[in-house]
């Protein structure tokens, strides 16, 4: 398995830093890529995955992303994890600057890596048989809710450019795979959305019982990329048991009725 390289974006934090440490675990070598270099490096040193400092809604970055993966090696697998939400007001009255931001990262900078990087595995499929391509969306692109405006129409974008990708790359020996996360209990997800509120963070998840980590989606990302080559994950939904759709939540320990 040392001998596979995969990229993971978003890499700075929350499920992208966690996909880094258990890639590496298991034998991986790593690229993390993500804007806050501080954070990069000290996930290098924590590791020894390779990092690069990009910004995913600019395009000179990403190329320059592109090139440094060329001059230093074939790549075998990519991680779309960048994204996030802002706002949860109504569609009549939440920003349309938080929109455009979030159709930037989600969906944008998605297709951005996609493009850029799709030649490059080409080459990590054509020297080992097979490339993955796997992109983290949400349950938010599934099922729409209140307040979700902005979010679910990104989320449902970029669940529907890897549809479409998965139909162009029919007859390559590349999987596509998208994992739809439930509610993740995260540092920085829940507090970018709500612009730094803590007390608004830290409510999402109040006597919710036991959501998921970031350790677990890493876990559900390298189990489908570790599969063998012909099974191909099309759709991962994960949310914890305490979790029946994306607006309802059990409140409080879970017991058996009856």
């Given at each position: 398995?040392?001998?596979?390289?995969?990229?993971?974006?978003?890499?700075?934090?929350?499920?992208?830093?966690?996909?880094?440490?258990?890639?590496?675990?298991?034998?991986?070598?790593?690229?993390?890529?993500?804007?806050?270099?501080?954070?990069?490096?000290?996930?290098?040193?924590?590791?020894?995955?390779?990092?690069?400092?990009?910004?995913?809604?600019?395009?000179?970055?990403?190329?320059?992303?592109?090139?440094?993966?060329?001059?230093?090696?074939?790549?075998?697998?990519?991680?779309?994890?960048?994204?996030?939400?802002?706002?949860?007001?109504?569609?009549?009255?939440?920003?349309?600057?938080?929109?455009?931001?979030?159709?930037?990262?989600?969906?944008?900078?998605?297709?951005?890596?996609?493009?850029?990087?799709?030649?490059?595995?080409?080459?990590?499929?054509?020297?080992?048989?097979?490339?993955?391509?796997?992109?983290?969306?949400?349950?938010?692109?599934?099922?729409?809710?209140?307040?979700?405006?902005?979010?679910?129409?990104?989320?449902?974008?970029?669940?529907?450019?890897?549809?479409?990708?998965?139909?162009?790359?029919?007859?390559?020996?590349?999987?596509?795979?998208?994992?739809?996360?439930?509610?993740?209990?995260?540092?920085?997800?829940?507090?970018?959305?709500?612009?730094?509120?803590?007390?608004?963070?830290?409510?999402?998840?109040?006597?919710?019982?036991?959501?998921?980590?970031?350790?677990?989606?890493?876990e559900t990302i390298v189990h489908a990329?570790?599969?063998?080559?012909?099974?191909?994950?099309?759709?991962?939904?994960?949310?914890?048991?305490?979790?029946?759709?994306?607006?309802?939540?059990?409140?409080?320990?879970?017991?058996?009725?009856?």
């Open positions: 398995m040392s001998s596979r390289r995969v990229v993971v974006t978003g890499a700075s934090s929350g499920i992208g830093a966690a996909t880094v440490r258990l890639f590496r675990e298991r034998g991986w070598d790593v690229v993390g890529v993500a804007r806050r270099q501080d954070r990069l490096f000290e996930l290098a040193a924590e590791t020894g995955a390779d990092v690069f400092a990009a910004d995913l809604t600019r395009q000179e970055d990403v190329d320059a992303l592109r090139d440094h993966l060329a001059a230093t090696g074939p790549i075998h697998a990519l991680v779309n994890n960048a994204g996030g939400a802002k706002g949860l007001d109504s569609v009549e009255a939440s920003s349309v600057d938080d929109w455009t931001w979030m159709f930037e990262i989600n969906v944008i900078g998605t297709k951005r890596v996609i493009s850029a990087l799709l030649p490059l595995l080409r080459d990590g499929a054509r020297s080992s048989g097979h490339a993955d391509i796997l992109t983290i969306t949400s349950i938010a692109g599934h099922t729409a809710y209140v307040g979700g405006g902005g979010y679910n129409a990104a989320k449902f974008a970029e669940h529907a450019l890897t549809e479409v990708l998965r139909l162009e790359l029919n007859g390559e020996p590349i999987r596509v795979v998208e994992v739809a996360p439930g509610m993740v209990a995260t540092e920085e997800f829940s507090l970018v959305r709500f612009d730094g509120d803590q007390e608004r963070r830290d409510a999402v998840y109040e006597d919710v019982p036991e959501p998921l980590t970031a350790e677990d989606i890493a990329l570790e599969l063998p080559r012909h099974v191909d994950l099309d759709l991962i939904v994960v949310k914890p048991v305490a979790q029946a759709a994306s607006y309802r939540f059990a409140k409080g320990p879970l017991q058996v009725k009856g």
